[in-house]
């Protein structure tokens, strides 16, 4: 077990207080943790570091209460219920008491899954629920609250020791955590990783297109497809290959089967009718410059009928001759380890990147109250980063915690403007959860049958969205561009963007790797306007710090769609049209089908790809967009840095640009959004890159 070890970091002794059974652990001044019953130091399926910062406090007792004061806040802990109660003291709600947190105050975040939508397929009991399919009462807690204040109940969560096994919990206890992160969004967010882990850094492949459906492709077909979308020059960078990669069909009668949906769910041997070399086939992705995925429904474990059956079975002490099904079981050590050794790394070896972990099985295991999904999702995500690889795994959410094995697959949508609405609003709040890599079914997978403009919409907030992911399902309308004959030209051209846009989004995944910052954010983790936490607003989100999205969801007349818009104080630039705008008022806009409401803030630089053919993602040659206004912004590629720092002079700006070490960039093309360079021009080459530019803004 030793090759998914976890060390622990418990909570400095000098950052704890014991009363009898009861410990209080101080861990930041804004996070405190209270324990009664059996103490642990492990790790938890949650929470991974509790030694991260140092805080200065003191504490006094009377006979019900022990109260911790802090720099930020004073905690009321009552002995007798555990409840506690916040002051705050510095500097946001200053002298504010709230009461123990409450569900109703929290401002949610995220969901399990979308499957079915909630509930268009069934599935949700409730008439309410049935009701309203985007019921926010399906999203789970996040870590804010309108007052302030909330409570994370770590009680029932799993031990991990330091060998990287899973543990019970030695007996009934409390262990919860209270935040009084008030409303510093930003700052609390960087405290809840630093407690919990931060995200990990996603390949640069996974922020460009990506390619998927579920359909029986022949590998002839699939290959043809991808150098369909190379004719159209319409850049992939991963090709995602759907359930019947493997047998199923074909699957023996008498094969054992727990999975509802049929015995060919769960499967490890290629389909040799569809792929009768799948290394060939393998490669061929591959020498096309994708990334691959496979889809995996692993409930079913490893039948007699599969290649590797012998060699598992074997492994798990079952003699193969019986035939016996080697059950799925990664509580199980043996099992596990042959899981990964027999079942994947050989595929991975011949060309699959990461896995597609498709689990609907429900949430029972072999150890009772312990959630298979969580334990696919922990033990998938750390073996596809063995060996210093950057790893990824695409699964769905599996509770606080999550965020570390990224990215969340947010299941099967339907295929309706109802359910485009909920994304934008949903992708957003997830950051509340520090769930920042959710990736959709951009288009919808069920039903639907090829509505051009609802494609187009779906697909414009998949550009603007952490991951996007084409998809749909063998019945509706595949998702190809030049199936939607009426927008087929701005698909294309809109995917093209996505790919020049890796620069700004990869940099985006490099901060929020390093400093907790999501890509996607609520308007309200930046601006303190009621306008935006309001409801009328809320489709609106930070897409990164220098853009602002407000996506079209609702259908137009004659393909123009009449929107509101917030924009928050400040100076800002419509990224398509150059049109400028002040902030802290609201507009009425019109937007026709290759209009898509973006706007960037004053001060702020938009790295790009330059135009080219392919699907490269070098960041050797970069155009940068400049954007008036005093600010920096640093640009991150895989290796290396380049700064841009913008200050304001007479005349106009000056514009320092610093190369870090190792900075891949060679050649850098400046284009003024406002403004010229001195010399007259809007745009500037550059080859030499730590120098002084001046534009001269003359109103």
């Known amino acids: 077990m030793e090759r998914f070890s976890c060390q622990s970091a418990p909570a400095n002794s000098e950052q704890t207080i014991v009363f009898g059974d009861m410990r209080i652990s101080v861990l930041s001044d804004r996070i405190i943790r209270v324990e009664k019953g059996a103490f642990t130091d492990l790790r938890t399926q949650t929470i991974y570091c509790r030694n991260f910062a140092k805080p200065q406090f003191k504490t006094s007792k009377t006979a019900d209460k022990i109260a911790v004061t802090t720099t930020k806040a004073t905690f009321a802990i009552d002995l007798k219920t555990l409840e506690v109660e916040v002051k705050f003291v510095s500097p946001m709600k200053n002298g504010t008491t709230v009461a ?66 899973v543990l019970k919990r030695d007996g009934e206890g409390v262990d919860k955590y209270i935040f009084a992160f008030g409303d510093d969004y930003l700052g609390g967010l960087k405290e809840y990783f630093a407690l919990t882990g931060y ?82 086939f393998l490669k061929g992705l591959k020498d096309r410059g994708l990334a691959v995925t496979m889809n995996l429904h692993p409930r079913d474990g490893v039948r007699y009928f599969e290649d590797m059956y012998p060699e598992m079975a074997t492994a798990c002490g079952i003699d193969p001759a019986t035939r016996k099904t080697v059950e799925f079981d990664l509580t199980d050590r043996k099992f596990l380890n042959a899981y990964f050794d027999i079942l994947h790394h050989p595929y991975e070896a011949d060309g699959v990147d990461f896995w597609w972990i498709d689990w609907q099985q429900g949430t029972k295991s072999k150890m009772e109250g312990l959630d298979p999904l969580w334990l696919l999702n922990h033990y998938h995500f750390l073996d596809n980063c063995r060996g210093g690889k950057t790893g990824m795994v695409l699964s769905r959410y599996a509770g606080l915690g999550s965020h570390r094995y990224p990215l969340g697959f947010s299941g099967d949508t339907v295929v309706c403007w109802k359910s485009l609405r909920f994304q934008p609003y949903f992708t957003a709040l997830a950051s509340n959860a520090g769930y920042t890599w959710w990736s959709h079914d951009i288009g919808g997978h ?106 079209v969801t609702k259908k137009g007349g ?28 609201e ?113």
């Open 100 to 165: 123990a947190p409450s569900y109703k105050q929290n401002l949610g975040g995220t969901a399990r899954t979308l499957d079915g939508t909630f509930g268009v397929l069934g599935g949700w009991k409730s008439k309410k629920e049935k009701k309203d399919h985007f019921c926010v009462e399906h999203m789970r807690k996040g870590i804010f609250a309108s007052n302030g204040v909330t409570e994370l109940d770590d009680g029932k969560s799993f031990l991990l020791a330091e060998d990287g096994s």
């Open 199 to 280: 995200p990990p850094l996603l390949p640069i492949y996974a922020l460009s297109n990506w390619w998927s459906r579920y359909h029986r492709y022949s590998a002839d077909e699939y290959l043809a497809l991808m150098d369909k979308f190379a004719a159209h020059d319409v850049p992939l960078s991963v090709a995602t290959v759907d359930m019947d990669w493997h047998r199923v069909g074909s699957v023996p009668k008498d094969a054992e089967c727990h999975s509802m949906q049929g015995r060919g769910w769960t499967g490890y041997s290629f389909e040799k009718t569809l792929f009768p070399d799948y290394k060939a």
């Open 558 to 585: 004659g393909g123009v769609t009449h929107m509101r818009v917030w924009l928050p104080k400040g100076k800002w630039t419509n990224f398509f049209t150059g049109e400028r705008f002040e902030g802290g008022r």
């Open 587 to 699: 507009y009425d806009i019109d937007c026709k089908l290759k209009d898509f409401p973006v706007f960037v803030k004053d001060g702020s630089v938009v790295p790009m790809l330059p135009k080219r053919k392919g699907n490269g993602m070098s960041f050797d040659s970069i155009e940068a967009r400049i954007f008036e206004g005093e600010g920096a912004y640093t640009l991150y590629g895989e290796t290396g840095s380049l700064s841009f720092e913008m200050k304001k002079r007479e005349g106009g700006y000056a514009l320092r640009i610093t190369r870090g070490e190792d900075c891949p960039v060679k050649e850098l093309a400046l284009k003024l959004e406002r403004g010229t360079f001195e010399d007259g021009s809007k745009q500037l080459t550059l080859t030499s890159l730590d120098t002084d530019v001046n534009i001269l803004c003359r109103d």
């Open 446 to 551: 069920l039903l639907g049958h090829g509505d051009n403009e609802l494609y187009l919409r779906w697909l414009q907030f998949g550009v603007f969205s952490p991951i996007n992911r084409l998809h749909s399902n063998n019945k509706g309308r595949s998702k190809e561009p030049w199936l939607y004959e009426k927008v087929t030209d701005l698909a294309e051209e809109y995917m093209r963007l996505r790919h020049r846009l890796l620069p700004y989004l990869y940099t985006a995944n490099v901060r929020t790797h390093t400093e907790g910052i999501p890509l996607i954010s609520p308007m309200y983790y930046y601006d303190d306007d009621p306008r935006s936490s309001g409801k009328r607003y809320r489709d609106q989100y930070y897409f990164g710090e220098q853009m602002l999205v407000c996506p």
